[in-house]
């Protein structure tokens, strides 16, 4: 399996950025699409964007689609995840994921999980 630890949340307004960053170590990052998960309190985890593998393909949750952008660079093991015009509703703890399968919004699915890092924004 592959260990991944989140780093880039914080506060910020909304309207504002931030990109988030996950590292990954252990198997071949290159075996494993990607995701980005978020849970905010009292909610269920939510899928919110995917790549596979190569970075050619990428998927999104409609609320963030024009808004989140997720990018990955396999030499330096790393996915990120840009997030511009936050919205208050954007306020969670953000997971990195991975997974061998192609079903990339169904958390069950992936093997790994990061510990999640905080994003706060307020109105």
């Known amino acids: 399996q592959v260990q991944l630890v989140e780093s880039g949340g914080g506060l910020v307004q909304a309207g504002g950025s931030l990109r988030l960053s996950c590292a990954a170590s252990?198997?071949?990052?290159?075996?494993?699409?990607m995701g980005w998960f978020r849970q905010a309190p009292g909610k269920e985890r939510e899928f919110v964007a995917a790549?596979?593998?190569?970075?050619?393909?990428?998927s999104y949750k409609d609320s963030v689609k024009g808004r989140f952008t997720i990018s990955r660079d396999n030499a330096k093991n790393m996915v990120y995840l840009q997030m511009n015009r936050l919205k208050p509703e954007d306020t969670a703890v953000y997971y990195c994921?991975?997974?061998?399968?192609?079903?990339?919004?169904?958390?069950?699915?992936?093997?790994?999980w990061g510990q999640g890092t905080q994003v706060t924004v307020s109105s």
């Open positions: 994921a991975a997974t061998k399968t192609i079903y990339y919004s169904d958390a069950r699915t992936y093997e790994s």
């Open positions: 252990g198997d071949t990052f290159n075996r494993y699409n």
């Open positions: 790549i596979i593998w190569s970075g050619s393909t990428t």
